[in-house]
């Protein structure tokens, strides 16, 4: 007979194998100009999961801003065209409605897109979390609505500079192939972050504060 102590012990053992292996999971595909993307593919979809990590010479409060100006998305954020914001609850939410351009023949996505904000002092790192909310707003006859989840993580650094981590599960909808998507998967990371580390840089978003930042 198996005691129970070696029992939950193997359990225990499957758990951490299986959390391990799961951490192992990401494929780095692109490392350039300071950026490196990952993918993943993911047990409950045909589509990769994608994350992308670069480390700046900026603050927090510069990255915050960025993110905050909604209306400025699409000067950055891979293939987004359109941009309109739907929601703001102070500094800690915001709901927005976005565009995106794909390849002729395939209909154009949107998405609804709620970040919540959540600053922890004790590392210094700023957490948004992504949720794409498939029925926040009607949908609209010529555009696909996409869902999914995912994050930014923006910490600072011991020597000062921002590492900033972004990751997303997206399920574009519609006829889109697999192939198709998965190939946006890791083009989507490295073109919004390069496009970030130069937006970034923009007069209006240096030098700014903010109340919970501390």
Not at 149 to 165: C, D, N, P, R
């Amino acid at each position: 007979m198996i005691s129970n102590g070696f029992k939950y012990g193997w359990l225990f053992f499957i758990l951490m194998f299986q959390t391990v292996c799961a951490q192992e999971d990401w494929k780095m595909v692109k490392e350039e100009k300071g950026i490196k993307v990952f993918t993943k593919s993911v047990s409950t979809s045909n589509f990769k999961a994608f994350k992308a990590i670069m480390t700046l010479d900026e603050s927090v409060q510069a990255f915050l801003s960025v993110l905050y100006d909604v209306e400025g998305l699409s000067t950055w954020a891979y293939k987004v065209n359109e941009t309109s914001l739907l929601k703001r609850n102070g500094d800690s939410l915001q709901i927005y409605h976005a565009v995106s351009s794909v390849p002729f023949p395939y209909k154009n996505r949107d998405g609804v897109y709620a970040n919540t904000f959540n600053w922890v002092a004790k590392n210094k790192t700023l957490h948004v979390e992504i949720k794409l909310l498939d029925t926040y707003i009607a949908k609209k006859e010529n555009l696909v609505r996409i869902t999914g989840k995912g994050y930014w993580k923006a910490k600072v650094l011991t020597s000062g500079k921002l590492e900033i981590i972004f990751e997303m599960q997206v399920n574009p909808g519609g006829e889109i192939p697999a192939w198709m998507a998965n190939i946006f998967a890791d083009n989507s990371p490295y073109y919004t972050m390069l496009e970030l580390k130069k937006v970034i840089k923009n007069k209006k978003h240096q030098n700014k504060s903010f109340s919970f930042i501390n």
